[in-house]
Every structure is written in C-alpha cells, then in structure tokens.
C-alpha cells in the first residue's frame, strides 16, 4: 500500500529495501531484519523531508550496523554510515540513530550479525539512481 504524500507534497517516500547480512556468528533472515525497520520508516522518513529541500531527486543512505542477542531480542550494536548521496551530516546521523529504536530478531543460536540497510528516498515506482 503507498504512502500518502508529505505533508510538504513531496512525492518522495523511503522505500522498502533489501538488507544484506554480510556476517552472523548465529543466523538471521533478512526479511525479519526488514520487517523490523519498516517499525522506524516514519522516523528515517522526517529525516530526509527535514532536508528535502536542499536535497533534490532520489537520495541513499547506505548503513552497517550489528544486531547482537540481547535479553529481550536483538539489540542494535555499533553503526555507521556506510555511503551517502546527501552531504548532510544531520541526516546522517538521523538515520542512524533512528535504527536505535528497532526492536530487531534475536539472531538464532545467539551471536551477533553485521547488517548494511540502503534507506532510499525516492518516488514510490520509480528506479533512484
């Protein structure tokens, strides 16, 4: 189901990306780690409108973060910005801190995975780059 438009009649929406798992020392499914984020969509969304602005057209922020077996889930470990196509470092740090409040899986067998999730801010159907 699409978003509604922004408030600011942006048309651009954070879209539904794939994350890749690039180590696990217990296993993990991406698609749980997806489900997970899409909870902070509307937070990582007010990141890129707070910029939209300045920032035209389809904009990335590539992030690598560890997801680590806690007592109540999967906690968040350390995080990084791995590339971005906006040169703001308060979006930046935005989306980072925005996957403070994920509530991720458990990796399986306890352990820790090192995740990288691409936010893209783009119109809903469209290809960014």
Same mark, same amino acid.
């Given at each position: 189901?699409?978003?509604?438009?922004?408030?600011?009649?942006?048309?651009?929406? $954070? $879209?539904?990306?794939?994350? $890749?798992?690039?180590?696990?020392? #217990?296993?993990?499914?991406?698609?749980?780690?997806?489900?997970?984020?899409?909870?902070?969509?509307? &937070?990582?969304?007010?990141?890129?409108?707070?910029?939209?602005?300045?920032?035209?057209?389809?904009?990335?922020?590539? &992030?690598?973060?560890? $997801?680590?077996?806690?007592?109540?889930? #999967?906690?968040?470990?350390?995080?990084?910005?791995?590339?971005?196509?906006?040169?703001?470092?308060?979006?930046?740090?935005?989306?980072?801190?925005?996957?403070?409040?994920?509530?991720?899986?458990?990796?399986?067998?306890? #352990?820790?995975?090192?995740?990288?999730y691409p936010f893209e801010f783009r119109?809903?159907?469209?290809?960014?780059?």
């Amino acid at each position: 189901m699409p978003a509604p438009p922004a408030a600011s009649g942006d048309p651009r929406r $954070v $879209v539904e990306a794939e994350p $890749v798992v690039e180590s696990t020392t #217990g296993r993990i499914h991406a698609d749980d780690i997806r489900a997970a984020i899409q909870a902070v969509t509307p &937070l990582v969304q007010q990141c890129f409108e707070d910029a939209a602005q300045r920032n035209r057209g389809p904009q990335t922020v590539k &992030l690598r973060f560890t $997801v680590e077996a806690g007592s109540e889930g #999967g906690v968040m470990g350390a995080g990084e910005l791995v590339s971005s196509t906006i040169p703001d470092p308060f979006v930046q740090a935005c989306a980072l801190d925005s996957l403070l409040d994920v509530r991720f899986p458990a990796p399986f067998s306890g #352990g820790k995975a090192t995740v990288v999730y691409p936010f893209e801010f783009r119109v809903p159907g469209e290809t960014g780059r």
